[in-house]
């Protein structure tokens, strides 16, 4: 592999007597990785369903390696989001930040979606993953991951960090910064990074991420944490990124992160010989098993907090998607702690009084009956576009509050959490977007069926991961299935691969018509 002579000086001099290891690990081959959506499947659960010859990551609870011979972009349970693609030690950054299920957190440089689809799986569709990226068509691509995962309490942007900060000040319990860099890291997973390489465009991406990282603190609550990382072994991007930001930023301290064999430290005499920046780590790919990383997790102090009041480390973050520190937790302030109560208590009232309705419905009230506010003399008798989508809901197995539907424009949409935000903030998607009304009646999405679970409607079509017809469906063909027993004998049915859904059907005379969404189709 041709490396930049430059670029190899500078490793020379960082490293001293492991440059040659460094060098010999790009003869090395690259390591594939799967992260898998503890939000839809258990870590135990995949290993027995998937037909991969998996080994454990070490430092990521959910994290595996696996072959190239496996091709797992082409197996269903990729398209059933049961995991997501993703080169080892990128997956470290979203391991790290100690995500708990009801907070507000923001992944600013979040496309195509690698460290979002981890963080929204930690919330487990409980409060808010507002995840953003400057490049709309990058955005696009952020969207689908986070559909395909299930991860229906996003909110996507498409702006600048500034515009973000103007909008959301302090708003947020959790900030991952994993920010554009020069992509040293990566020169073995990707040649054409270094073929670009320059020590201009080390200096440029040093700029961009001090403006970046501001901007980020900015919108981070008293008592939150930051999450940065990079790609890059340069210093500029790196320790001097850092510590640039903890002499203008007093309120920000550095944390010790849980701690993995290989794992390297900062380096504090490649800034300002601040000696905190020990905490930071770095990822070698001559000491793991993974490409080039750089890790630093921050936290801002309340008013009134002397540096080191809240302790040196976050002992236990990240361990696993439902543990968290108990300082972490601690966090947590009292007020919120009440707030949480009262929210989940109305929520509980509302989702019984749809639940209700739903009985009703089944005992074979109309929709109209049911939903509708009541009719004048002389008004039509058509249902209207809200009766249309709760009828349809009758037959999901999951409860969604009524008060949280919004119909645009025949589009529905489900904003369970929401957050006030200006009209001058470009987004692709607010919430969940569960389909259209058309003709008067409801056409679920695609993003509805993966948020669902195998067992979230009355009608299911659950094919094995080696039914041919599961390509085919795939593929956006016709099946036959008049050999199975669904729940009812015409009509929408959620397709399924061995429990998980994969999109809807429509059953007509044993004969399901593909609903599959037209761009998700596999290729043949």
């Known amino acids: 592999m041709k490396l930049p002579e430059k670029f190899l000086e500078r490793m020379e001099r960082m490293l001293g007597a492991e440059y040659e290891a460094f060098l010999k690990s790009y003869e090395e081959p690259r390591k594939f990785g799967l992260r898998v959506n503890t939000a839809k499947i258990s870590v135990e659960e995949f290993q027995k369903l998937a037909p991969f010859h998996l080994t454990p990551i070490p430092w990521v609870p959910n994290g595996f390696y696996y072959e190239r011979e496996d091709d797992p972009a082409r197996h269903p349970f990729y398209y059933a989001g049961l995991y997501y693609l993703q080169e080892p030690s990128a997956m470290t950054p979203a391991t790290v930040l100690p995500v708990v299920p009801g907070e507000q957190v923001l992944d600013l440089c979040a496309a195509p979606g690698g460290k979002a689809t981890a963080l929204g799986a930690k919330l487990r569709g409980e409060g808010l993953l507002v995840a953003n990226d400057i490049s709309a068509s990058r955005a696009k691509a952020l969207l689908k991951n986070l559909e395909v995962f299930g991860i229906a309490n996003s909110y996507v942007t498409n702006a600048v960090p500034e515009r973000l900060a103007e909008q959301f000040v302090e708003s947020f319990d959790k900030i991952l910064v994993d920010a554009p860099c020069s992509g040293e890291g990566m020169f073995r997973k990707d040649l054409a990074n270094a073929r670009v390489w320059s020590l201009d465009k080390v200096a440029e991406c040093a700029r961009t991420q001090h403006a970046i990282i501001r901007s980020a603190v900015s919108m981070l609550r008293p008592g939150g944490l930051l999450l940065y ?40 005499e490649l800034a300002d010989g601040n000696g905190a920046l020990t905490r930071c780590v770095r990822i070698f790919p001559h000491k793991m098993d993974g490409e080039g990383h750089f890790l630093a997790l921050l936290r801002k102090r309340k008013a009134g907090e002397e540096p080191g009041m809240y302790g040196e480390a976050v002992s236990e973050a990240s361990q696993a998607d439902d543990m968290i520190s108990e300082k972490a937790e601690g966090e947590i302030r009292a007020d919120e702690k009440r707030k949480a109560a009262a929210t989940a208590a109305e929520e509980a ?37 809200r009766d249309a989508v709760l009828e349809f809901l009758c037959d999901v197995k999951a409860d969604y ?62 094919l094995d991961q080696a039914d041919g ?12 299935v008049d050999d199975l027993t669904p729940g009812r004998a015409k009509g929408w049915q959620l397709v399924c691969v061995n429990g998980y859904p994969l999109g809807w059907g429509k059953l007509v005379n044993g004969t399901m018509k593909n609903k599959y969404h037209p761009g998700w189709r596999m290729t043949v």
């Open 229 to 268: 990382s990079t790609c890059t072994f340069s210093p500029e991007e790196n320790e001097q990124t850092i510590a640039s930001l903890l002499a203008d930023e007093p309120e920000m301290e550095l944390l010790e992160i849980p701690w993995y064999e290989g794992f390297s430290h900062g380096r504090p």
């Open 401 to 462: 509050r009524e008060e949280a539907i919004e119909i645009r424009g025949g589009q529905v949409y489900y904003t369970k959490n929401r957050l006030p935000v200006s009209r001058s903030i470009p987004f692709l998607r607010n919430g969940l977007y569960m389909g259209e009304v058309r003709k008067g009646r409801f056409e679920p999405s695609q993003s509805l069926a993966m948020a669902l679970t195998g067992e979230g409607y009355d009608s299911v079509i659950d």
């Open 469 to 480: 017809r599961v390509r085919k469906y795939l593929c956006g063909e016709t099946i036959e």
């Open 349 to 385: 009232v509302q989702e019984e009084n749809f639940r209700k309705k739903k009985q009703k419905r089944k005992k074979g009230k109309s929709a109209e009956e049911i939903f509708s506010k009541g009719k004048k003399c002389g008004q039509s008798a058509v249902p209207s576009e």
